[in-house]
């Protein structure tokens, strides 16, 4: 008797990942994380090589998870945060927050981040 293995279906987070990816050719990775710092799904540009480690992409990501939790004390006077962008020398990190998940993308440096950032509220 063969066996078939089933394939699993990709949760609705990997599927937002792929449309992420999909809206600009200079975004290099998308991911989601949970408010507890777990990466629930990503999606990494077809060839990227990482730029980080494992222990430095989980660093990273408790880095932006901790800054999201610290921009909450200022949502009485401010207005909650809705996103935010890090540009460093050689990437760009845009944070969208939306509900409880932190949406995490990585684009190149010459990216235009503000229209990134409107393509994937529209998508939200």
């Known amino acids: 008797m063969e066996l ?3 394939l699993e279906e990709p949760s609705p ?3 937002f990942c792929n449309k992420i990816l999909n809206l ?3 975004i290099r990775f998308a991911g989601v994380l949970c408010k507890c710092g777990r990466l629930k799904a990503y999606r990494r540009k077809k060839g990227m090589t990482p730029q980080l480690n494992v222990l430095e992409t989980k660093i990273l990501h408790r880095e932006a998870l901790l800054k999201a939790k610290m921009n909450r004390v200022f949502d009485k006077n401010l207005g909650k945060t809705n996103w935010s962008v890090e540009s460093r020398d050689n990437v760009k990190w845009i944070n969208v927050y939306h509900e409880k998940d932190l949406i995490l993308v990585s684009t190149e440096i010459m990216s235009n981040h503000d229209e990134i950032v409107q393509k ?3 998508l939200l």
């Open 4 to 6: 078939m293995q089933e």
């Open 13 to 15: 987070e990997s599927k």
């Open 24 to 26: 600009d050719t200079s």
């Open 120 to 122: 994937i509220t529209a």
